[in-house]
């Protein structure tokens, strides 16, 4: 069964820091790969999916590597602004069309 | 284009009731998943539906839980006597047909349910 860690749980950084949140996943046989935000009391808004065959995504600020031979993948945030505070999450879409989630990483940027 | 709408946003119910969450997918999605999530947790999966169909509920409990997704109307997932320990955020996503591996899950803003 697939099972998906995500390190730090917690981060806090000043403004402007650019960071790094971890996903690692234990059975490579992906389809793709989702960071999610979820802000208080909120659902969650996708922000990035990277296909198997693909290496990184980007928007905006933000930057998504997979490396699925090892199991990874990094959430870069570049410029970090307040407005990032929020839980990060990472899914795990697997071949028989299940999802898996990390227990994700709440995020504070401080001003 | 709607997203994925829950409803209601909060339900409160006293034990030994039915609660009954309801969720209507983005338009063209035939994919419905049920999450749970408690505080300071992650997302736990309950069960995956296409319509008419329960595709995988290895999540879901056995006894007192069930869901379905009829040809037409939203999902529904049903908690039948509930207890103080179905309270929680119960998340729904839905995604169009999964032929490839660029289609994204879509998540709804979820039902709290609180159980007196």
């Known amino acids: 069964k697939q099972e998906v860690t995500q390190i730090p749980a917690a981060l806090s950084v000043p403004e402007g820091e650019n960071l790094v949140l971890n996903c690692s996943f234990t059975?490579?046989?992906?389809?793709?790969l989702q960071w999610f935000r979820q802000d208080p009391g909120k659902g969650l808004t996708s922000l990035l999916l990277?296909?198997?065959?693909?290496r990184e995504q980007t928007s905006g600020r933000l930057n998504a590597s997979l490396d699925k031979s090892s199991g990874r993948s990094t959430l870069y945030i570049a410029a970090s602004q307040p407005g990032d505070s929020a839980t990060y999450l990472c899914a795990v879409r697997n071949t028989g069309n299940q999802f898996y989630f990390g227990t994700g990483t709440s995020l504070t940027v401080i001003p | 284009n709607a997203g994925v709408m829950q409803n209601p946003r909060h339900l409160v119910r006293r034990r030994g009731q039915e609660a009954r969450l309801r969720c209507s997918p983005m338009?063209?999605?035939?994919?419905v998943y049920w999450y749970r999530q408690l505080p300071e947790e992650g997302l736990k999966f309950m069960v995956y539906l296409q319509k008419e169909n329960i595709i995988d509920e290895s999540g879901m409990p056995k006894e007192r839980f069930s869901a379905e997704f009829p040809k037409e109307g939203p999902s529904i997932l049903r908690i039948q006597q509930v207890v103080r320990g179905d309270s929680a955020a119960y998340f729904c996503?839905?995604?169009?047909?999964?032929?490839?591996?660029?289609?994204?899950?879509?998540f709804g803003s979820g039902t709290q349910l609180s159980v007196l």
């Open positions: 990277i296909q198997s065959s693909q």
């Open positions: 996503a839905s995604s169009p047909r999964l032929g490839g591996t660029n289609e994204k899950l879509f």
């Open positions: 338009k063209g999605h035939s994919h």
């Open positions: 059975d490579s046989a992906i389809y793709n």
